[in-house]
């Protein structure tokens, strides 16, 4: 079972949303459960060289099933990921901001979000994930 584009729809919206409530334009996307591009959508006046980083991250999210900013932390250097960002054709992005979208327990697609600092990311893909969950 996968993330719906109803569903994803919902997501983006509420992205959107803290997006907006924190001044910071987005680009938000959404893949399915097997790393497709679902939906995308790139807020007015958002960075443009994000566009490709905030799709990149949805695709990481769900191709490990783990939060970017979590694989970002394991891939330091030293660390047991160190240089998997590398892998995948220079795919796997490692910054905050791709959050996996659970169904029961199981990851059914991702968010992955840019255009702001990491912290700001994080927190729009947050709250998309969460009108998922919630």
Same mark, same amino acid.
């Given at each position: ?37 679902l939906?995308?959508?790139?807020m007015?006046?958002?960075?443009? +060289?994000? /566009?490709?980083? !905030? %799709? ?8 490990? #099933? ?5 694989? $970002? ?19 796997v ?11 029961? +327990?199981? /990851?059914?697609? !991702? %968010? ?7 912290k700001? #990311? ?5 709250? $998309? ?6």
């Amino acid at each position: 079972m996968s993330v719906t584009l109803l569903e994803a729809k919902a997501i983006v919206a509420a992205a959107e949303q803290k997006a907006q409530e924190i001044g910071m334009p987005m680009n938000i996307a959404v893949v399915d459960t097997g790393g497709n591009l679902l939906l995308f959508e790139r807020m007015e006046n958002a960075w443009l +060289g994000s /566009v490709d980083i !905030a %799709i990149n991250k949805a695709w990481t999210a769900r191709a490990f #099933d783990i939060e970017t900013k979590a694989l $970002g932390e394991l891939s330091q250097s030293g660390d047991q990921f160190f240089g998997i960002h590398a892998s995948n054709q220079g795919r796997v992005m490692i910054f905050a901001g791709g959050v996996p979208l659970k169904r029961d +327990g199981r /990851v059914v697609g !991702a %968010i992955g979000v840019s255009g702001g600092m990491g912290k700001q #990311d994080q927190a729009v893909a947050e709250a $998309g994930a969460e009108a998922f969950s919630g």
